[in-house]
């Protein structure tokens, strides 16, 4: 069994085997999941920052003001039919 120190901001090393067993690199991110008093580190893929500029946009931006005015007036009218 391999063991890891916590230090005092509350961090560990993953030990190399476990490391070269994951295939984790410098930078990688893990998700702690909490189960039953253990905790299961599970490797992250992506993230939304990782994916960042994947996809193009289509047309222009929407304006946010419009927006809000535009989910006003129906609900409103919305509420006012009932």
Request: charged share 30%.
């Amino acid at each position: 069994m391999i063991s890891a120190k916590v230090t005092t901001k509350g961090q560990i090393t993953i030990p190399k085997e476990i490391r070269d067993y994951l295939k984790l690199k410098p930078g990688n991110r893990m998700l702690p999941i909490p189960r039953g008093g253990e905790v299961i580190l599970c490797p992250v893929a992506q993230t939304l920052l990782n994916l960042r500029g994947r996809v193009k946009a289509s047309g222009q931006p929407e304006d946010l003001d419009n927006v809000r005015r535009e989910t006003k007036r129906v609900a409103s009218r919305n509420l006012a039919q009932g």
